[in-house]
């Protein structure tokens, strides 16, 4: 067994799901808007790496750095608040969401008390319970067995009730979605189930946000992707920035990697048996990418992705914490990078791709010779300072 496994796929030449065509940059720009009115919110840095590229054998390397982001260290934020603004002035007949009103006295008075719940390994659920707590709303949050204490008491720090379960991160999201129901409270999940898949397309469009900036940065730099690297753990991260991607550059799309935990390839696994059915990853879903620790996809963004998406990879923690001391570690002339174990998983699968030792077919499968500029986001920083210490200090995992 390799650190990585790759599968190629033939993309359709005749696409047909209606979802794609929606993430396009109208809607990033009314995403974006809306973000632009939280008081908390820049776009976060576009880190560059030439001196690795020409290491590497590519034209030119960027990573997003979400670690910037709203002061969370993660992404996940994004879509937690466009989702539930987007609700709520919905509810109250705005044209649009807009965080000065939906906080103002009198728009809280009609609204009275919301509750809000989620799974998560971390990251979502923090963006969750952080949207709730700034526009005044309450939030409910579940976390799967072996979570990082330090991500558990981030969450409760936002005033959040946290319940950490002794299951797996897929039971804790039917417990958390029974247990919403049962009282009344908003689910906000990104695993959709018939009939409920308007919440997950509404997380994924908020992620558009960090893809429109890092075009426009790249754009000013007069370049634009070749090749961007996902990392997936349910694949609404994924599908949203692929397709709004696919939409923006649509005469020639990127080619994209989606990246999964070798331990959690629900994605991989179901795209490459090609029969038309879901495959879960069972077990424990064992991984130090928490973030990717997901054993069923979502089915929208599954059926988007295969639609735009071409490569499907996994890997080893290993190839994370390779990542994870490289963007901390950079080569003279290059950006630095606090990248935590699941943010960089889709630069580590990158790396592993072209660097020295690597198949040969590998790279050019993928196509990452020396025309190809690569974009991947590194979607969280240390936001489990512990775990981070040991990977990028102690060398745990240790390199292969």
């Known amino acids: 067994m390799t650190d990585l496994q790759l599968f ?45 590229a020409k290491e590497l054998g590519v034209k030119d390397i960027f990573v997003k750095d979400e670690s910037k982001r709203f002061g969370l260290k993660a992404f996940k934020a994004l879509g937690g608040s466009w989702c539930i603004a987007s609700l709520l002035a ?28 989620t799974a998560t390994d971390g990251n979502h659920g923090m963006g969750v319970a952080w949207t709730a707590m700034k526009l005044g709303q309450k939030a409910v949050i579940y976390m799967p067995k072996g979570s990082s204490v330090e991500r558990v008491e981030r969450i409760r720090r936002t005033g959040a009730t946290v319940h950490v379960t002794d299951v797996n991160y897929d039971a804790t999201v039917e417990l958390a979605k029974a247990t919403a129901e049962k009282n009344g409270w908003t689910y906000v999940q990104d695993t959709d189930r018939p009939g409920y898949t308007d919440i997950p397309k509404r997380l994924m469009a908020g992620y558009m946000t960090m893809a429109q900036e890092a075009v426009e940065e790249m754009a000013k730099q007069g370049v634009r992707p070749t090749h961007v690297f996902l990392q997936a753990g349910v694949g609404s991260m994924a599908a949203g920035v692929a397709a709004y991607l696919t939409n923006v550059f649509k005469e020639n799309p990127p080619v994209f990697v989606i990246v999964e935990a070798e331990a959690a390839d629900c994605l991989h696994k179901t795209v490459a048996a090609q029969d038309g059915k879901i495959h879960i990853a069972e077990g424990d879903l064992g991984t130090m990418m928490a973030g990717l620790a997901c054993g069923e996809p979502c089915r929208t963004a599954l059926s988007m992705l295969e639609e735009v998406a071409e490569n499907y990879v996994t890997i080893t923690d290993s190839v994370s914490a390779r990542a994870m001391r490289m963007l901390g570690n950079p080569l003279p002339g290059d950006d630095r990078i606090t990248s935590g174990e699941s943010g960089a998983s889709g630069f580590g699968a990158f790396v592993e791709l072209v660097r020295e030792g690597s198949p040969k077919e590998w790279r050019e499968t993928v196509g990452l010779d020396e025309n190809a500029v690569v974009l991947c986001f590194s979607t969280e920083g240390d936001t489990d300072q512990g775990n981070y210490r040991r990977v990028v200090w102690e060398g745990v995992p240790a390199s292969e």
């Open 90 to 117: 919905e509810e109250l007949g705005m044209e649009r969401p807009d965080f000065t009103v939906l906080t103002a006295p009198e728009t809280l008075k009609r609204l009275g008390n919301r509750t809000f719940s």
């Open 8 to 52: 190629h796929q033939t993309l359709p030449t005749n696409p047909k799901n209606p979802d794609v065509p929606l993430y396009n940059a109208e809607t990033a720009a009314a995403v974006r808007a809306f973000h632009r009115t939280m008081p908390d919110y820049e776009p976060t840095p576009l880190a560059h790496f030439p001196s690795l």
